[in-house]
């Protein structure tokens, strides 16, 4: 399907300039899709010393009824995407790899899960190789389907950085845990318009104000033939 379908409204022009020409889903699709109600990013380092604090966020998205969105890569994301299932919440995760490959290897159980119960998606077809390009494609998607991005944790080359730049390209909120202040990306993101937050309730209360309201996210979801698009 194309990015069109699976949000359920046009994309304007700059959202059109990174979009995949289609992506692949496996999920819950008539429950989830259109998607529908807001969505947020959680990403960071594979080798996190904060995994708490990613529960924490997690937590607190389900919490307030908000879909936890992660890309399936060790770390940040598998404790994002198993904190949304366990407290029943929802979650979507979007792979830099086709949908019938399970990379990491040992999340090929969370991955499974999540194609039965949630929402699942590629813009890779099945064959596609692994290669390390693969991934910032899939960053650019995820902030592309999100409403906004919470950085947890991240280093000097983190994946994160293509995701960060661009959820500022495309006018989303960018959310960045305090702690990374000292490395030279968080700066420069800094001065194009990412905010700082220092807890949980501080991140939440920038959601809140500055994320579509649920009446708002209901009209996304609406069929695109009612947005004068054809399918």
């Not at 995760?93 to 040992?106: Q, W």
């Not at 800094?190 to 009209?219: H, K, Q, W």
Request: aromatic letters at 6%.
């Amino acid at each position: 399907m194309t990015v069109e379908e699976l949000l359920g409204r046009p994309l304007n022009w700059v959202e059109k300039k990174n979009s995949p020409s289609a992506v692949y889903v496996c999920g819950l699709l008539d429950e989830l899709v259109p998607l529908r109600g807001v969505r947020v990013s959680v990403v960071g380092t594979r080798r996190p010393r904060h995994g708490e604090r990613a529960r924490e966020i997690a937590s607190a998205l389900v919490g307030r009824k908000i879909t936890v969105v992660s890309g399936l890569a060790r770390g940040i994301d598998t404790v994002a995407h198993t904190t949304a299932i366990e407290l029943g919440g929802r979650t979507i995760a979007v792979l830099g790899t086709p949908l019938d490959v399970y990379y990491p290897p040992e999340n090929r159980e969370l991955q499974l899960r999540i194609m039965r119960e949630h929402l699942a998606l590629s813009q890779f077809p099945s064959g596609t190789p692994i290669t390390r390009r693969n991934f910032p494609m899939r960053n650019r998607t995820m902030a592309l389907i999100s409403h906004a991005t919470v950085v947890v944790e991240a280093g000097e080359d983190s994946g994160v950085v293509s995701q960060g730049w661009e959820c500022l390209r495309l006018g989303r909120l960018l959310l960045i845990h305090r702690s990374l202040a000292r490395l030279p990306w968080v700066g420069s993101m800094m001065r194009y318009g990412a905010y700082f937050f220092n807890s949980v309730d501080e991140m939440l209360d920038m959601i809140m104000e500055n994320c579509p309201s649920e009446d708002e996210t209901a009209l996304e979801g609406l069929p695109l033939n009612l947005w004068g698009l054809t399918g």
